[in-house]
């Protein structure tokens, strides 16, 4: 009796339900969004030292200059995107913030890096982390359809958090030896690596026909067209839209209330710079291990056992369960793990299936519209509700008066994203 040889990756590929023709384009959008998450998280903690050092008191006014550089960054997306195909303006992008890295290498010394800098290298991070991670997901939503999203998200983010652990683990290891400043070439190694998987992706690894040259996908390599304004007209116009952007500014308004709690008791818990850093990508450490079990055995098969409905009120529901104990004891153990649980079940189960809201769509409203959310809505969010938590610290809210008042905030999203999840799939019908 002869023996059938399995391979390591086709056991690796058997519970995604991937069908050969997908292959090619499922393992390099698996390695883009492992080079792009490992880029951004080896700068990650770096990000977050230089808002400590850019003062705790000031993180409201870091958000707000994130909102402003994003607002302006809109319409010179919608330019470029109008003009250029996909195979050329995404890479245009990630040259852009490549060139930035490299500045910011030539700018930061040995020594302690400057007020001024750590506040300019805050804002710019936050800016890179959207935008880069915003146009893949846009890719990947007009790479893959509907049918192929449900079963093959869940991998290829597990790619991203494959990277998410390889960036923190290199800080963690490198920061002491190296030093911060030399970290963001390694950055750029990687990010250089998402350009070579975006190339091969365009060329030869589409996954939707077995004919390079039909007219579906010579469409697709055309110029979007349209007004650099379109992304905002067109979210404004569209209540599925909208119903998104009340999704993301519920979602970004209860993980900067975290963020900032997060941001006041490490500041208080260790005077070390370096330190902290290394307990930043430590956080991030154990986030990005729970999220790749949770992609890896459970997020396609939520989707295809109770529907996309339910696997979006999920994460909303366990963080209302959180802010509760927070309310009730609010300490740092609990805060701690409400924000594991936030940053595991984001990532692992929210991200994916929030994604898919937009494989339904327009290609113009799969990049433009969905950058203005995914960037302009997103930091709105968390700029008003920065302010927002500046102004209850300061009339004296506690923090356990801060969590009780998330509570409800949580079951609105959780009931915005039920709603949202079943009219995707009325689209998707009626497609």
């Given amino acids: 009796m002869s023996r059938i040889k399995i391979s390591p990756l086709n056991l690796i590929l058997r519970p995604v339900q991937v069908e050969p023709s997908e292959v090619r384009a499922l393992l390099w959008s698996f390695s883009y969004f492992f080079a792009l998450l490992c880029s951004y998280y080896i700068i990650r903690p770096m990000r977050d030292e230089m808002g400590i050092l850019g003062g705790v008191e000031n993180l409201q006014w870091l958000f707000t200059g994130t909102l402003l550089v994003m607002t302006a960054a809109i319409p010179v997306f919608g330019w470029i995107s109008s003009r250029y195909p996909r195979r050329q ?135 979007i067209g349209g007004s650099i304004w379109a992304g905002i007209t067109t979210v404004v116009r569209s209540p599925y839209l909208l119903g998104i952007c009340m999704l993301m500014l519920l979602f970004t308004t209860l993980a900067t209330f975290l963020y900032l709690m997060q941001a006041q008791i490490i500041r208080d818990a260790f005077a070390d710079s370096a330190q902290r850093t290394a307990v930043f990508a430590t956080i991030d450490l154990v986030v990005n291990g729970l999220t790749l079990v949770l992609q890896l055995f459970l997020t396609s098969r939520l989707i295809k056992w109770f529907g996309l409905a339910f696997v979006l009120a999920i994460v909303p529901l366990l963080l209302m369960t959180g802010f509760m104990a927070l309310g009730l004891f609010p300490v740092l153990t609990v805060l701690l793990v409400v924000q594991v649980i936030r940053r595991a079940g984001n990532y692992a189960v929210m991200r994916p299936a929030r994604e898919m809201l937009y494989v339904v769509l327009s290609r113009e409203q799969k990049y433009k519209a ?35 008042i998330a509570v409800p905030l949580a079951l609105i999203w959780a009931a915005i994203a039920f709603k949202l999840g079943r009219q995707q799939a009325k689209i998707s019908a009626n497609q």
């Fill in 89 to 223: 303006f995404l890479p245009i992008i990630y040259l852009f913030f490549i060139s930035m890295l490299l500045v910011f290498y030539m700018l930061m010394g040995e020594q302690e890096t400057p007020v001024y800098l750590a506040r300019i290298f805050f804002i710019w991070a936050s800016v890179f982390n959207l935008f880069v991670v915003s146009v893949f997901w846009s890719f990947m939503a007009d790479l893959f359809d509907n049918e192929q999203a449900k079963r093959l998200f869940g991998f290829i983010a597990a790619g991203g958090t494959i990277g998410a652990l390889t960036g923190p683990a290199l800080t963690a290891v490198l920061v002491e030896p190296l030093g911060s400043r030399n970290l963001l070439l390694i950055s750029v190694l990687f990010l250089s690596w998402a350009i070579v998987c975006i190339k091969k992706l365009s060329i030869n690894s589409n996954p939707q026909s077995h004919q390079q040259n039909s007219p579906e996908e010579l469409s697709k390599e055309e110029p």
């Fill in 370 to 404: 969905k950058n203005v959310i995914d960037t302009v809505v997103y930091r709105s969010g968390d700029a008003i509700s920065a302010w927002v938590y500046t102004a209850m610290r300061s009339f004296g809210v506690s923090l356990s008066g801060i969590a009780l």
